[in-house]
């Protein structure tokens, strides 16, 4: 096997990163990739959203970028670290960190469609609310265990978080 490249999103214009994303494959045989896409600057507390390319050609080309999940659905500048998986019911699931900007902390999110993708029916957090925190959840890292339970293994850091409002 050779080596190649197939696709390159790097940064260019007011993109400044593209990182943290995954892989599914949807019901009609497509390959879904979702990413984060960073504008202005590339550190982590800059503005990001979700976007999505599609392959119909088992990876060999991809469409362009366009915007998936946008951080203006939270009221804030950032989501990222994507991880996708198909739900039991058949639904698509998207995971992703929520970056609170007004203390430092995040939160991480589950988003389901039951169109794979055109729409989101579902945002509920799956992190503890009552724990604000700054929390880690690599890109492409929740799983599923054979009792079926969904484990999302999350970095919990209490260090620099606002404590006091």
């Not at 050779?2 to 390959?31: K, N, T």
């Not at 670290?81 to 019911?89: A, K, Q, T, Y």
């Not at 484990?151 to 978080?161: D, E, K, N, Q, T």
Request: contains cysteine; negative net charge.
């Amino acid at each position: 096997m050779q080596d190649h490249v197939i696709a390159s999103f790097g940064p260019g214009g007011e993109v400044a990163r593209c990182s943290e994303g995954a892989f599914i494959r949807l019901r009609d045989g497509r390959i879904l990739f979702v990413y984060s896409q960073f504008r202005h600057s590339f550190h982590d507390n800059a503005a990001s959203d979700l976007v999505a390319c599609y392959s119909s050609d088992e990876g060999e080309t991809f469409s362009e970028p366009e915007l998936f999940l946008p951080a203006s659905l939270y009221g804030v500048r950032n989501v990222m670290s994507v991880s996708l998986m198909r739900m039991e019911n058949g639904d698509l699931g998207l995971f992703y960190l929520v970056k609170h900007p007004e203390d430092g902390t995040n939160s991480y999110h589950l988003s389901r469609s039951r169109d794979e993708g055109k729409t989101f029916y579902k945002h509920v957090p799956v992190s503890l609310p009552d724990r604000r925190a700054f929390l880690v959840v690599n890109n492409d890292r929740v799983v599923r265990l054979s009792t079926g339970r969904i484990l999302v293994p999350i970095a919990f850091h209490r260090s620099g978080v606002n404590t006091e409002g």
